[in-house]
């Protein structure tokens, strides 16, 4: 599948079409629709009741054509069947990504082994916990203490998930530490109806550990002492050791493995927050879900295949269009973290700037992605997606139907997503230029029936795909992250230099003078 990029065949040949179509001004979305009546059949792809419509992108039927000769030329099909069979796509940490086992209902061998008899285990575990704890009623609240993958899914799903949940319990998310957020939790709790879950996979991250730690002294200081307080605490982790030598007894520490990553471990152990939340029953329902993706991807042909569309048009806006960012916008009721949670997966997997071979793109690789849930950004950043001068692609996500007692609202958010969609495209002719939009703003709709527990976790597993996807086609690793780790080692070294009268250590004149101003200026 390797080979450079802007060197295959099918990359040149799209160059070529671009070039010949007058570049990227040379796709007019109003003249494209007017020369062709089918455009909505030949743009869109259906899995299902799920419908992707990306008629209103930049791009003409040769486009599409060639774009997908790109993804058979960069061996989509044989990446698709290394993924789910486990073999070593992580190839900086030379082991496999196998999210799509935490869902498979068939074995799935590694190394000789079944993993899907360590995730039915812990799965099994956790849905006695979770029974109990929402059989018992003693719980009310939790504190889930994690960060990044170890919290922005389950956090996202909790929201999103709220109007399907039989007695729901309040869940309160720790991620980084904000000391502020943290006095004002703990005044409101009652600690014998609280249970802390303790989330990190490594079981080293800064953030996790100090709240962990500050909670287990609050639980202690309310429950007569650290015995007592651990009895109400979880973990989850790759490293069950460090859990129970942290002092969680280990038939609450419930593993993860090194071979999910932390922002693709939605469908595992992770999820028991949500769990806890909203019950076993929509958490079985998400896997479901995931499970019918995880087929789409791996069966269908590239023309209908979602996750490797909305891939390609990733590649074609950022590389042909000179597109720097995607603008995501959940028309949905609880999807406010989305947005997030998608920036974490979409930007640490192709945050990348050289390819799994070690060489240096000569491309462009991940998007920026960001968002904001409907209608919120309408009346905050829209303004510069219909009159600004940068390109950025939006991506709406609707749901036809809604559950909740107010249908007058559902209505009201699709009409406006439509009608964003539209005015991107056709824009508006006026004689005041300030008064005018110039349209030919690409975006895609992505439709679900309705946000249920099913389709949330198809849409997890969906964009999950797409990112592999887009590494398959940009030649990156989607699953490791090492841009993450010199800020931490620099924070821990800078740390304790924030000290009165610490030595500071050697920096750049800026961070040096900024740690002398903090100093003076820091404490009271
Ligand atoms: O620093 C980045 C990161 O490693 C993410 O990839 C991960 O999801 C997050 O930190 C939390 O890591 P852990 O679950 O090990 O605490």
Redesign the pocket.
């Known amino acids: 599948m390797a080979g450079k990029l802007t060197e295959m065949p099918a990359w040149q040949a799209l160059a070529a079409h671009h070039r010949g179509c007058g570049g990227a001004n040379g796709f007019n979305l109003s003249r494209l629709f007017a020369a062709d009546p089918q455009r909505v059949q030949t743009f869109s792809a259906r899995c299902g009741d799920v419908l992707l419509d990306f008629s209103k992108q930049l791009l003409n039927p040769n486009t599409l054509h060639l774009l997908l000769n790109l993804a058979r030329d960069r061996d989509m099909a044989n990446a698709i069947t290394h993924l789910f069979s486990g073999a070593a796509v992580n190839v900086s940490e030379n082991r496999p990504a196998l999210h799509t086992a935490l869902r498979a209902q068939t074995p799935v061998p590694l190394d000789g082994h079944d993993v899907t008899t360590d995730v039915r285990r812990e799965r099994d575990r956790m849905r006695a916990f979770v029974e109990t704890v929402r059989g018992e009623h003693k719980i009310t609240d939790i504190i889930h203490i ?5 919290y922005l899914g389950p956090a996202f799903a909790g929201d999103a998930l709220l109007a399907y949940a039989e007695k729901p319990l309040r869940v309160h998310y720790l991620s980084t530490v904000d000391g502020g957020v943290l006095q004002q939790l703990l005044t409101r709790l009652d600690a014998r109806a609280t249970l802390v879950i303790v ?7 800064a953030e ?1 550990l100090v709240n962990a730690r500050a909670v287990l002294g609050w639980l202690a200081a309310q429950l007569g002492g650290e015995q007592a307080a651990l009895a109400q605490f979880a973990a989850i982790t790759a490293r069950p050791e460090q859990a129970v030598s942290f002092g969680i007894p280990r038939d609450r520490v419930f593993e993860v493995w090194d071979w999910v ?3 693709y471990s939605m469908c595992s152990a992770m999820a028991l927050p949500l769990a806890l939340q909203v019950g076993m029953a929509p958490f079985d329902a998400l896997l479901a879900g995931a499970r019918a993706a995880d087929e789409h991807f791996k069966t269908t042909e590239f023309g209908q295949n979602i996750p490797v569309l909305l891939a390609l048009l990733d590649v074609w806006n950022a590389n042909f269009h000179d597109a720097a960012s995607r603008v995501v916008l959940p028309y949905l009721s609880g999807f406010a973290r989305f947005p997030a949670y998608l920036q ?1 997966l979409e930007m ?1 997997s192709l945050g990348k700037r050289v390819t799994r071979g070690g060489a240096p793109v000569d491309y462009d690789t991940g998007l920026v992605a960001w968002g904001e849930s409907g209608t919120n950004g309408q009346h905050a950043f829209h303004q510069l997606l219909h009159q600004g001068t940068r390109l950025v692609p939006a991506e709406f996500i609707i749901a036809c139907r809604a559950r909740h007692d107010y249908p007058g609202f559902h209505d009201m958010l699709l009409a406006n997503a439509l009608a964003q969609a539209e005015a991107l495209m056709l824009g508006n002719a006026a004689s005041e230029p300030h008064r005018t939009y110039p349209g030919n703003r690409p975006s895609t709709l992505l439709v679900l029936p309705e946000a249920d527990a099913f389709h949330l976790g198809f849409l997890i597993a969906l964009y999950e795909h797409k990112v592999y996807a887009a590494s398959v086609i940009l030649d990156i690793n989607a699953f490791d ?1 090492w841009g ?1 780790e010199l800020g ?1 080692q620099l924070a821990g070294r800078l740390l304790p230099e924030l000290a009165p009268h610490a030595p500071v250590g050697p920096h750049d004149a800026s961070t040096a003078a900024l740690i002398h101003y903090i100093r003076t200026h820091g404490r009271s």
Not at 146 to 150: A, C, D, K, N, T
Not at 199 to 205: E, G, L, R, S, V
């Open positions: 994690g960060i990044g993958g170890s989330a990190t996979k490594t079981f080293t991250t996790t990553g932390g922002r974490q640490e992250q993450v931490k």
